[in-house]
Structure formats: C-alpha cells, structure tokens
C-alpha cells in the first residue's frame, strides 16, 4: 500500500509560523458568555480583524512573497484580489524592499483599492463579471517577469492561513469543531491541515454565502464545479469555483459547509459590532451567522471559530448594518 503526502502539512504551517513570527500580530481570541449561551457552546473567536492589513491573508501572502529569491524580489510581484489579499501582498511586498502589481475588480470595495495603493501597489482593474484576472495577471507577470502569488492556489499561501488556526488550538486548547470561512479555500484548507494534523478528531465547518455555494456544490458533486459569479455582500467569497489545490485537501478536510444569507450575515455584523464591541466585513461575519442561526447544526463543546476580516469602511458598514436587528440580550 502507498500514501500520497498532501501539499500542505501540519510541519508546513509550523514552518510557516516560525517564518510569520515577529512580522505578523499574534491576533486576540475572544470569549462571549452572551455568545456561548446563544450557541449552546463554548465559542472561541479568533479575531483575524485585528491582523496586518485587516485580514488573515497577511499571513499566507508573506509567507509565500518571504520564500522568493533576490532575484525574483528584484523584478517584483503579481497578484489578483477584491481586496485583501491585494492589500496583504502589497504590504508584504513592501515589507521585502520590492514592488507589487495587483489586478483587483473594477468594482472592489474603495476603502480595499484605497488601502492596496496606500502600501504601494500599482493596481490593474478588471470587470469581475466578464474578464478574467488569472489571465490579466500572468499576462502582466510575463511581460514584466514578475512572481504570481494567488489568492490560495499555492501551499506557502495555504500553510501561511494555517497558523491562524495554530495559534488559536495553542491558546485555547483542543478544539471539537472548528468554523471558518470558505472563498477559494485557502483559509480553511490550512486552517483543516493545522487542526485536524493536532487532532484528527477536530470536526472543520466552511460557511459560504448562499449565492456563493462553489465548494459545497463541488464536494457534493465529487469534482470542481463553476457556477454564475455571485452576486453577495460577501466580497472576498465571491468566487464562481474553488481552487484545484485548495478542493484537492479540502474535500478531505472538511466535514461539513453550511450556507448563509446576506441578511443573516448582516444579522451578525451587527452583533459583532454590539454586543462582541468588535467590526468584521461580511465575509469575516459568515461563521458567525452561522452559530447564530444554528445552520452549523448541533455543536460539540469547544467550538473554534476564525472571523477572518474586518476591512469595511464606515459608510459601506452603516449600509449593511444600520437598519437595527431584534433585541438581543445585553453582553455579559
């Protein structure tokens, strides 16, 4: 019999996290009895929010950007994003002394291009609906000989997302469940690797927005599938298929991925905001719409959850969240 080592490994995300050591924050995990009481669990938030430009992505962009040799840093980097992986390459990019190209979506949320160019990107726009960034941005990488480095199709990219969920099993212990978001998968690919490479018991739940149900269609169809680019207050999980690495571990990492609305996401924006004290974008607030609606289902004990972003500019964020929700219980 033989066995097929995967392309990202629980050693690949230590690594990861000793090379991310000093240079990207160790982000707070915050408790809720109000929550925990809501979610018949004890919920463990890791606060992504509070990481380098805003987001988890940080880690994987400069893990992947930190491993490039003299020679590639030289002549520079290429990226695709809506917006946070474009800021997190930019950032890194700049952190290593070298230049970032971004292509981003002409419709990307202003404060996410604002940001991208405030690190010192230059920033190639695109119709999301018809163009298509992949090939925008190798194009632009072999005219300019620059390094692509994607938004998840790519391990370092993978095992850098990974150390979120280290840090958090080595702050709050071993883990039941662990929920995260689910775009191209690279945050819950390496989020799965760390937990389950821990404690293979760990049950791992992916949350998409109900437009944006790619991986769940694919995992239920046993294969990649593309549907329609979704239309979803869930930006960064706008995506029409999931990535070939990232569905080849996750379709043996995941044990579940459930789907919210954009009002249900709205729903836990606003608690976040109100009674956690806390700000995350939509897709950052997916999992927890899901604890909060019970779509995760029936919860073992201690329940890990990565609230993967908090880039949202204050008008866009009264937008979404200003209409006021049901009372809710005071924090305590």
């Known amino acids: 019999m033989t066995t097929t080592t995967p392309p990202v490994t629980l050693d690949d995300v230590r690594d990861a996290a000793a090379r991310l050591k000093g240079v990207a924050h160790r982000t707070p995990v915050l408790r809720s009895r109000t929550l925990d009481a809501l979610a018949g669990a004890e919920i463990h938030l890791k606060c992504e929010n509070f990481q380098r430009v805003g987001a988890f992505k940080f880690r994987g962009a400069y893990n992947a950007a930190s491993r490039l040799t003299p020679e590639q840093l030289s002549r520079g980097i290429a990226a695709y994003s809506s917006g946070n992986h474009a800021q997190a390459v930019a950032l890194a990019a700049r952190e290593l002394g070298t230049t970032a190209v971004i292509v981003m979506p002409e419709d990307a949320p202003p404060s996410k291009r604002a940001a991208t160019a405030g690190y010192g990107a230059e920033i190639v726009t695109y119709d999301r609906y018809t163009g298509d960034r992949v090939a925008l ?36 212990g071993e883990l039941d ?30 949350v998409e927005p109900e437009a944006g149900d790619d991986t769940r269609r694919s995992l239920e169809a046993g294969r990649r599938v593309s549907i329609p680019v979704p239309h979803t207050i869930a930006d960064g999980q706008a995506l029409h298929t999931p990535g070939e690495l990232t569905f080849s571990l996750n379709r043996r990492l995941l044990d579940d991925v459930v789907l919210v609305s954009d009002d249900e996401i709205r729903d836990a924006m606003r608690f976040a905001f109100e009674r956690l004290k806390i700000v995350v974008e939509p897709s950052g607030a997916t999992p927890l719409a899901a604890l909060l609606t019970g779509r995760a289902g029936r919860l073992p004990g201690r329940v890990g959850v990565i609230l993967s972003g908090g880039n949202i500019d204050a008008g866009r964020f009264a937008e979404l969240c200003g209409s006021g929700a049901p009372g809710m219980a005071p924090p305590a």
Do not use: D, N
């Open 137 to 172: 941005a190798e194009a632009l990488a072999a005219e300019r000989g620059l390094t692509v480095i994607p938004p998840y199709e790519h391990p370092h990219v993978i095992a850098g997302q990974g150390t979120a969920a280290l840090e958090l099993v080595e702050e709050a």
């Open 177 to 206: 469940a662990l929920i995260a978001p689910v775009g191209g998968g690279g945050l819950i690919a390496g989020s799965g690797t760390a937990v389950k490479g821990l404690h293979p018991a760990t049950r791992v739940i992916g």
